[in-house]
Antibody, heavy 121, light 110 residues
Framework: EVQLLESGGGLVQPGGSLRLSCAASGLTFSTYAMTWVRQAPGKGLEWVSALSPSGDYTSYADSVKGRFTTSRDNSKNTVYLQMNSLRVDDTALYYCANQDTSGKWLYFNHWGQGTQVTVSS | QSALTQPASVSGSPGQSITISCTGT?????????VSWYQQNPGKAPQLMIYEVTNRPSGVSNRFSASKSGNTASLTISGLQAEDEADYYC??????????FGGGTKLTVL
């Protein structure tokens, strides 16, 4: 059974940084693309970023481009989201997710339970 | 990267059918057959209900069906049940190699 477990969320001031982690199990991690999706309180889902299996290809939503960076350590079965220059509107529950087809990130069969990020002074 | 357009809410009585629309553009919904639908219950992570426009993952009831015409995709739930009450989101891959979600639709079973 695939399990995704996010961590690293918390309270941070505007302009600050935070690094989220997502530890995966139950899959051959190095063959799957990984994605981050967020959901602001009471709002809808927003795709944030995607990362190829080897980590050499990334894609970002315009709202986070230049501020967020996603990376992975396949030896640790973990994907990261480095968030810099955080803004109040980055406040959200951050999910990691993946598609159960090697290398693809067109839809998401597996989701973590999310980690909460709150940006406030 | 504007969100896909969904109705904010839909409702139906048990046993009825409802349809949720998801309107995008020729750069997302209309460009590829990479439209998917998710169900989200309160406090829970989303669950994939439909992928690649019409396909159901194993374990998803065949009461859920979907289609696409031009820039608009649709999710239909037939034989509505109380357990179907949830938020539903569509998503689509885009020509910019990004993904975009719809704003979400709250389904109320009357």
């Amino acid at each position: 059974e695939v399990q995704l477990l996010e961590s690293g969320g918390g309270l941070v001031q505007p302009g600050g940084s935070l690094r989220l982690s997502c530890a995966a199990s139950g899959l051959t991690f190095s063959t799957y693309a990984m994605t981050w999706v967020r959901q602001a309180p009471g709002k809808g889902l927003e795709w944030v970023s995607a990362l190829s299996p080897s980590g050499d290809y990334t894609s970002y939503a315009d709202s986070v481009k230049g501020r967020f960076t996603t990376s992975r350590d396949n030896s640790k079965n973990t994907v990261y989201l480095q968030m810099n220059s955080l803004r109040v509107d980055d406040t959200a529950l951050y999910y990691c997710a993946n598609q159960d087809t090697s290398g693809k990130w067109l839809y998401f069969n597996h989701w973590g339970q999310g980690t909460q990020v709150t940006v406030s002074s | 990267q504007s969100a896909l357009t969904q109705p904010a809410s839909v409702s139906g009585s048990p046993g009825q059918s409802i349809t949720i629309s998801c309107t995008g553009t020729s750069s997302d919904v209309g460009a590829y057959n990479h439209v998917s639908w998710y169900q989200q219950n309160p406090g829970k992570a989303p669950q994939l209900m439909i992928y690649e426009v019409t396909n159901r993952p194993s374990g998803v009831s065949n009461r859920f069906s979907a289609s696409k015409s031009g820039n608009t995709a649709s999710l239909t739930i037939s034989g509505l049940q109380a357990e179907d009450e949830a938020d539903y989101y569509c998503s689509s891959y885009t020509t910019s190699s990004t993904l975009v979600f719809g704003g979400g639709t709250k389904l109320t079973v009357l």
